[in-house]
């Protein structure tokens, strides 16, 4: 089984997040794609707004619609600090017979040769980049064992952002349409990002 892995913030997720999944899943051919919201981002100066639970809860939620998603607590119930190493090494311990691909933006795929470990890495799992119109991502910078394990497919240009939920919910506007409606419902019983 080739497994998708997008994992975030999640702070909140929202519909760019399952577009992306889904369009993963379908150019790259996935079997599945699961969701993984991070305990601690490593590379995040501010602390999620929500609580993990809070986060954990609206991605179960937003992933009952899809039987291709999945949601997953790997990062959660390790806690601390989620470096991808590690998180590979567990899920490679926990799913031997699946193989893994994360899904990450194209604008990150430039950044692979800095990721913590990345030569140990790519020897395990493969890159997904979505890629929006109009970006133009130059590979030759890295070295090949890092290019043979990156499939670049195209995203749909998706303007959607955590940020720009938050501040809208903590000005009392509409975010409808911008997480799946069973998120929006969460957020509101919970008021969540009020100000």
Known sequence: MLVGIMGGTFDPIHTGHLIAAERARVEAGLDEVWLMPANVPPHKSNAPKATTQQRWEMVCLAAEGNPFFRPI????????VSYSIDTIELLRKQYPTT???????????QYLPQWHRIDDIVRHIRFIGLARPGYELDMAHMSANIRERVTIVPMPLVEI???AIREQRSQKRSVRY???EVVNGYMEVN????A
Request: charged residues 25%.
């Open 73 to 80: 607590d790997i990062e959660i119930s390790k806690g601390g």
């Open 178 to 180: 911008l997480v799946p």
């Open 99 to 109: 193989e893994f691909a994360y899904i990450i933006g194209a604008d990150m795929v």
């Open 191 to 194: 008021r969540l990002y009020e």
């Open 161 to 163: 952002s955590s940020t």
